[in-house]
């Protein structure tokens, strides 16, 4: 089904919202209304939708919002009823307006709706936790102080909970997991003992909403208090409070908001009269539609819950990916853990292998205190494939690995070099060192490279192990994943960068941009940084053109300058086209477009390589590390026989990587047939339904394929089992 668009209805509005992307909070105002909640407030509002003819509605916002909007739909016709009997309306207006269809869509920095992984706002409120907790962490190793960060949460953890995973907290307090009797022994014990392991410093997080066992709120300066008091040390108390809401919104939400704002609309002009409420949510990399009021029930249920203290239960009902957040910390933050380890006898070996791409550290942080806990002795490579025939493996404890997960880069060093000239080398290296098991982390040199070990079993048993492959690449052109550890980083940096672009040209009238972003043959990046950024063209390889759309493209946006719009952005990846480079494109615009808009060009290059780390990033590189350190901890048991690992088996060689909605260990094997191996990109890539989104909102006439939309599902039936998903940060 397609639908066609409708310029008409939205030609007004359209200038008014052009910089939207761009700005936080809602530029149409939001409030608290008391009166909403009467009945009386409900009928004026009826009264004030039949007059403007308004019988589709968006509702945007928490679940006492949404509460409120599917109670003011089920009283419509009562409404209605009530307002024809007072002369406020004629018969004619009731029954034009006989039928209200309402959809909402979660905005909430808590992420505390339960039915959908990531609500609009959270990944931006994270970001600027990040940077603040970035910035103290300087601070603290310059003058070696504890710092106790407070964060927004009164009834959810989840900023909390996501923001320690993050920066490695030592410690985090959530209302869904109040700390047992005696906690402030164990955590001074930590912190003590973090301080004789020559950390310089503390990082303790906490949500506003915190409390003890005993119901007892736990509050920042008491834990500055008890710190001092117990250990003398330096401590500091910061507390956040609004400025995690501010500030521009993060490439995640810019996406997210875009795709469920799409599904918002398709739900509304598919409903009919018997078509529940429904909220739309993110489940996984999907988009789906849940019946409202099951979500808030379930919302509702997880408060319940902790008032009854079974909070064991009201973390299960916030979901697998809130358990699995917490499970993850608790492997890689638990002290007790590491003194009662148990001894596997096995080794495992992690390294990295392709361009560096940002949360590469924070995988390898994780893999190696999971690896630990699990019993195993952990070995690290350098240098990817290269270091690994040269001997550049050694033992890497949990100590080695502090402070890593936020650092950019690859501290463990990369390279693009593939093992088929060197496995003699390679598997001499697996003997010395008796490697178990091994786990590759990065991009397609990485695939390639898994490929060529596994189909070099049958000549080297040193190949025989359990092997799996984690996707880290800004380019997010793996084949079997969905999203890339690094991908999130790069369109942050790409979409900064634009706006910083577009800004410089707020003094200037009509002018072009053009921007190069990386991605080889891959054009996710360009694709999804245009849509989070406003661009008006994107110029990829999987979708081809000619002169002919260049011209159709300079003159659209001719047009465009000649109304209120007075500034464009065409992006254009790295390798979309051999003849039509950056270059021709700058030069045809500008000679085009002369004596109506002027132009300038900008190659972003290796900087959306670099940086700090997004927190999706550092959490996704963090869980799905551990996700693959607990698959070799159970293939390792399973292959070892007669004293040895032994497996050949094809789902021993494998790639974890994100479908749609779930986490999957796929056969390497069985990838190669959705591969391009010559343009390393795969075959299908789920993003391309972005792009007629993306020309939708730079005004161009055309059509949103609606075939793959959600359909209105229960709650129950978007939680997959094995589900880990990945957007949920």
């Known amino acids: 089904m397609r639908y066609p668009l409708c310029h008409r209805a939205v030609r007004q509005l359209w200038s008014g919202l052009k910089n939207c992307k761009l700005a936080g909070g809602t530029v149409i105002g939001s409030a608290r209304c008391k009166e909403f909640r009467t009945h009386e407030g409900r009928l004026k509002a009826a009264h004030n939708l039949v007059h403007r003819r308004i ?4 509702v945007i916002g928490g679940d006492g919002s949404l509460t409120g909007a599917n109670l003011f739909r089920e009283e419509w016709s009562d409404l209605l009823n009530e307002l024809l009997e007072q002369g406020l309306i004629d018969e004619e207006a009731a029954r034009n307006n006989s039928e209200l269809h309402i959809v909402g869509m979660v905005g909430s920095i808590d992420n505390d709706f339960c039915g959908t992984d990531m609500t609009i706002g959270t990944d931006s409120a994270l970001h600027r936790i990040i940077e603040v907790v970035d910035a103290i962490m300087t601070t603290a190793q ?27 907290a030592d410690w985090v307090f959530i209302p869904e997991m109040p700390p047992e009797d005696g906690w402030e022994d164990n955590m001074c014990l930590k912190l003590s003992e973090n301080r004789a392991d020559k950390k310089r410093l503390n990082i303790i997080i906490v949500a506003e909403g915190a409390i003890d066992s005993h119901n007892k709120a736990i509050t920042p300066d008491y834990i500055k208090d008890l710190v001092v008091s117990r250990l003398g040390f330096d401590t ?6 609004h400025v995690q809401r501010g500030g521009t919104p993060s490439a995640f939400d810019r996406i997210l908001a875009s795709r469920m704002g799409v599904e918002a609309v398709l739900a509304l002009l598919e409903a009919s009269t018997n078509t529940p409420a429904c909220v739309v949510s993110l489940v996984g990399n999907q988009a789906v539609r849940l019946p409202l009021m099951e979500c808030v029930q379930m919302t509702q249920e997880v408060q319940k819950a902790m008032d009854e203290k079974k909070f064991d239960e009201a973390v299960r009902l916030r979901g697998r990916s809130f358990e699995n957040n917490l499970s993850t910390y608790r492997l890689l933050a638990s002290q007790t853990a590491r003194s009662e380890l148990p001894n596997s006898s096995f080794n495992v070996a992690v390294m990295n292998v392709g361009a560096p791409a940002a949360g590469m550290n ?51 060093g990369t390279k693009r070099t593939l093992p088929a000239k060197h496995l003699d080398e390679i598997a001499e290296q697996m003997r010395i060192h008796n490697i178990n098991a091994l786990l590759v982390i990065g991009g397609f040199e990485a695939y390639v490279g898994l490929l060529e070990l596994s189909s070099a079993r049958d000549k080297y048993a040193e190949f025989c192990v359990p092997m799996v492959m984690i996707p880290a690449t800004v380019s997010n052109n793996i084949p079997g994943s969905d999203l890339s550890i690094g991908s999130d980083t790069a369109l942050n940096a790409i979409t900064d960068t634009c706006d910083r672009i577009k800004q410089s040209a707020s003094g200037t009238k009509r002018r072009v941009f053009i921007i190069e972003t990386m991605g080889g043959y891959c054009g996710y990046l360009a694709t999804v940084g245009g849509l989070a950024a406003g661009a008006d063209t994107v110029y990829i390889y999987e979708e081809p053109f000619d002169i002919r759309d260049l011209q159709a493209n300079v003159e659209h946006l001719t047009q465009k300058m000649k109304t209120s719009i007075q500034r464009g952005l065409v992006l254009r990846n790295e390798n979309c086209n051999e003849n039509f480079t950056t270059d021709f494109i700058y030069q045809l615009y500008s000679e085009e477009g002369r004596g109506v ?3 300038r060009k900008n190659i972003l290059g290796h900087m959306q390589q670099g940086g700090a780390p997004s927190p999706f990033d550092r959490n996704f590189g963090t869980k799905v590390a551990a996700k693959a350190i607990q698959w070799i901890t159970r293939t390792l048991k399973e292959s070892y026989k007669q004293g040895r690992v032994f497996t050949n088996s094809e789902d021993t060689a494998c790639l974890l990587g994100m479908r749609r909605r779930a986490m999957l260990f796929q056969p390497v094997v069985q990838l190669r047939e959705e591969t391009d191996f010559v343009h390393r990109i795969p075959k299908e890539q789920w993003w391309l339904k972005l792009r007629p989104l993306m020309k939708i909102l730079a005004k161009y ?15 129950t039936r978007v939680r997959p089992k094995e589900s880990d998903t990945a957007a949920a940060i």
């Not at 019988?55 to 968006?58: A, F, P, Q, S, V």
């Not at 195993?376 to 270091?387: W, Y």
């Open 597 to 599: 808009f002027d132009c």
């Open 362 to 412: 924070a995988a390898v942080r994780s893999a190696v205190r999971v690896g630990i806990t699990e019993g195993h002795k952990m070995f690290a490579v350098s240098d990817g494939f290269e270091g690994f025939y040269k001997g550049q493996v050694k033992e890497i404890k949990w100590g080695d690995v502090g402070g890593w997960t936020g650092q950019g880069g690859s501290l463990l």
């Open 55 to 58: 019988t589709y509605l968006c």
């Open 701 to 715: 006439k055309t059509s949103y394929d609606v075939s793959d939309a959600g359909q209105l599902e229960h709650v």
């Open 142 to 168: 310059s003058h070696q102080r504890t710092f106790v960060l407070e964060v927004m949460g009164r009834h959810c953890g989840y900023l909390a909970l996501v923001s320690a995973l993050a920066c490695g």
């Open 236 to 241: 500091r108390v910061t507390i956040l409070g």
